[in-house]
């Protein structure tokens, strides 16, 4: 029914190079790229005009290295919101995230079709880049058709990019995402491959309201936040759950994998995904600004090859089992593109690939049992606390829209 908008979907993950590849296509003028259109908040973010200046005054919080930008991330929706932006989902980003059956909601297919018709009567193709989509790209490809790329990054460096954030502009969004996107589909196949004692603890995921919403990404968040010493142990191991699992799920359902360390480091096969890219948007993109920032933490607490060797061999044994298999293909109403082992097998190395740069890198740096509390109890919110929560969900209603008012009348910080 809508495979007459022949879109390209790119599917990644915060962190991974997604914002900087977004850019290289956006450059095309056949082309028109939507960022994040598929994220939570996204309808607060496109009622007013000045946000337009959230990546300006993002930036001066911390340094995202999006050097590369020449226009602020979300123009492309901005400039259609009017129209577009009723028929957003209120909170799109992690209801489907995991989809049953393979089956996308009816209210994302109405809104993610209003793009890509906005696209095709400017005679532009329309382009998704996206950081929600992994768990989800089986059944956006059978939905939509179209070219699909799956895009990963080093995830221990990717790991130190979100400690990055923390450290320098105080935000859990990046540490707590992965418990999210593992904790609201905990009951999904996929999600049940992780060994019971690894597993998100079991919390309700409440999206009838806006405060619903809010206290149950919050619950995740001082998950992340607790100062005790196991902490980043679980987080990282989440992470690398999440990272495997996702990308499993995303490669599979690809016609295109993009490694983003791999097309910086290595020239031949920076070659190879131009030319291939080239064939399928009529151009070769431009890679020429392309730059790696090595994000490496050694945590005292935890022995970071153990860690990994854990979740490789729970992989390895959810393959060999047949398990991973069968809840790859709940995700999309047809045959996966790449064979599931050949997807796994790539990641699995890729992580080996990324402990190897890690032990070797000069700039890794070590972060002790204490500096890690410290850390956590200094950025951590009044309302991770469960009481303040409870009291605070009861007021939002009420508070909420005087403080989106505030944010659209100031700077979005």
């Given at each position: ?20 590849f977004f850019n290289v296509l956006r450059r095309n003028e056949t082309l028109l790229c939507f960022n994040e259109s598929i994220m939570d908040g996204r309808k607060n973010n496109g009622r007013a005009k000045s946000a337009r200046n959230r990546p300006e005054s993002h930036s001066q ?30 909170f799109p980003e992690y209801e489907g995230f995991l989809p049953e059956n393979g089956l996308v909601s009816h209210e994302l297919i109405a809104y993610l079709s209003a793009l890509m018709a906005h696209a095709q009567s400017h005679s532009k193709r329309p382009v998704l880049c996206e950081v929600s989509s992994r768990g989800r790209a089986g059944a956006l490809r059978s939905t939509f058709g179209g ?267």
């Open positions: 029914m809508t495979s007459e908008f022949d879109p390209i979907f790119v599917h990644a993950s915060m962190r991974s190079g997604s914002t900087y919080t911390w340094d995202a290295n999006h050097h590369f930008f020449g226009g602020p991330y979300f123009d492309e929706l901005t400039d259609i919101w009017d129209s577009v932006g009723p028929l957003c989902p209120d070219f699909h790329i799956a895009q990963y990054r080093d995830p221990l460096s990717q790991f130190g990019s979100y400690i990055r954030a923390l450290v320098e502009g105080r935000t859990w969004t990046f540490l707590g995402t992965p418990l999210i996107e593992l904790g609201a589909s905990g009951n999904h196949p996929l999600c049940r491959l992780i060994p019971e004692q690894w597993r998100i603890p079991a919390l309700p995921w409440r999206t009838k309201n806006k405060a619903q919403f809010w206290a149950s990404n919050i619950q995740y968040f001082a998950l992340v936040s607790a100062s005790e010493p196991k902490t980043i142990e679980r987080v990282f191991r989440w992470h690398l759950f999440s990272w495997v699992l996702s990308n499993v799920a995303a490669l599979s359902y690809s016609d295109l994998s993009l490694d983003i360390d791999k097309a910086h480091d290595d020239p031949a096969y920076r070659a190879s995904l131009v030319a291939t890219l080239a064939a399928e948007i009529g151009v070769a993109p431009d890679f020429s600004d392309i730059r790696k920032f090595d994000r490496y933490y050694a945590f005292e607490s935890f022995e970071t090859a153990e860690i990994c060797d854990q979740v490789v061999s729970a992989v390895h044994t959810a393959l060999d089992d047949g398990r991973l298999d069968a809840a790859i293909r709940t995700l999309g109403k047809e045959p996966p593109l790449t064979s599931i082992a050949t997807a796994a097998e790539l990641l699995l190395e890729k992580i080996h690939a990324s402990l190897a740069s890690m032990m070797s890198s000069a700039e890794r740096r070590r972060m002790s049992a204490a500096e890690w509390q410290e850390l956590a109890a200094k950025n951590r919110k009044l309302w991770h606390k469960p009481g303040v929560r409870w009291i605070a969900e009861r007021i939002y209603p009420v508070a909420e829209p005087i403080v989106r008012k505030a944010r659209l009348a100031g700077s979005w910080v």
